[in-house]
Each structure stands twice: as structure tokens, then as C-alpha cells.
Nanobody
Framework: QVQLVESGGGLVQPGGSLRLSCAASGSSFSIKTIETMAWYRQAPGKQRELVAAISSGGATNYATSVKGRFTISRDGAKGTLYLQMNSLKPEDTATYYC???????????WGQGTLVTVSE
């Protein structure tokens, strides 16, 4: 199992940009065998939802609400995940969580989250 630490959250005005990062730590084997890395978010009073995911092969998928504005990327060797968020809207306000799924065991790991607030 890997440990995940997110960073990069903060307060930004509508229309602004932020870049989130997620650093994975653990054994070299556990990092190299991460199958999928993803960003989820949870707004106050709402369920956690998938924002974007990227497979070990680089295939991506995005929530409809963020398509064209957010870009997910990863550095597989380092086990680092990124989320470039542009044209941010107030409805993007949430705590963003990093998630990984192991290739062999299917075990998922979660970070503690980083808060993104989009407001004037």
C-alpha cells in the first residue's frame, strides 16, 4: 500500500488556475505497480465524486463538469499525480483527494485531501 500526500490547494478567484500535486510514497514495487491514479472531490454536504483518472498506460477520463478545463497527468516512475485546473468556477470548491489503485491486489489508497476554494 502507498501513502499519498496532496498539495497545491488554496483560495483562487473565479476564472483562475491551480495545480494540485499528489506524491506517493512506499516501496518501489508498490509505486511501480499502481494501476490507476485519480482525483476525487467532495463539496460540503455532497458525496465524493470522481474528477479525473489516468491509467498506467496514460488513458484518461474526466467528469463532464471539468472536461476542457482540467488536465490530469502522472509521473509513473515517481508515483506523482497532477491536476491542472483552469477556468475555475465557484462550484469547483471542494476538498480534492488523491486516489490510487494497485494493479495486482486492487487495493485503493487515499490521501488526506487538499482544500480548493473558488471565490471572489
Amino acid at each position: 500500500q502507498v501513502q499519498l500526500v496532496e498539495s497545491g490547494g488554496g483560495l483562487v478567484q473565479p476564472g483562475g488556475s491551480l495545480r494540485l500535486s499528489c506524491a506517493a510514497s512506499g516501496s518501489s514495487f508498490s509505486i511501480k505497480t499502481i494501476e490507476t491514479m485519480a482525483w476525487y472531490r467532495q463539496a460540503p454536504g455532497k458525496q465524493r465524486e470522481l474528477v479525473a483518472a489516468i491509467s498506467s498506460g496514460g488513458a484518461t477520463n474526466y467528469a463532464t463538469s471539468v472536461k476542457g478545463r482540467f488536465t490530469i497527468s502522472r509521473d509513473g516512475a515517481k508515483g506523482t499525480l497532477y491536476l491542472q485546473m483552469n477556468s475555475l468556477k465557484p462550484e469547483d470548491t471542494a476538498t480534492y483527494y488523491c486516489n490510487t489503485k494497485a494493479l495486482i491486489t486492487g487495493v485503493q489508497s487515499w490521501g488526506q485531501g487538499t482544500l480548493v476554494t473558488v471565490s471572489e
